[in-house]
């Protein structure tokens, strides 16, 4: 994906874009780059495709994530090509997490509630059907 800003402008608050805006475009990215397959099918890779990217934004191993998928040996290819192309995405992605616990910061709250903040925060976007939303955009 490309923006019009650098992650460290988000940091700084020069620049917004959130969350929900984020998994859109990876949304549409993923639908992009995985034509002909089924919603369940698309829905379900594009849930791993993230949370790749979230696992690599929050500081984790990529050999630690892949791991996780050695029962599945379709779907590794298909995580070391994403891996292979997706810092700037991940970058992007830890530079929003990053602008959602400096606004509780900013707003007075304590860090351990900021960060609790920005975890529930993330749980409640990561719910929702990223296909939708990158459907209907």
Known sequence: MEWEFTPA????????????????????????????????ELDRLFRIIYDLHYWLATGNNYHEFEGQFADQPMLVP?????????????E????????????????????????DHAARVHQDVAAVKPTAAASTH
């Open 78 to 90: 298909l995580l070391r090509g994403v891996h292979a192309h997706c810092t700037g995405n991940v």
């Open 92 to 115: 992007m992605l830890g530079a929003i997490l990053q602008r959602l616990i400096m606004n509780g910061v900013e707003a007075g709250a304590p860090l351990e509630q900021a960060l």
């Open 9 to 40: 402008q988000l940091v700084r608050g020069e620049a917004v874009y959130g969350l929900s805006e984020f998994r859109r475009d990876l949304g549409e990215e993923v639908c992009g780059n995985l034509p002909g397959l089924d919603e369940p």
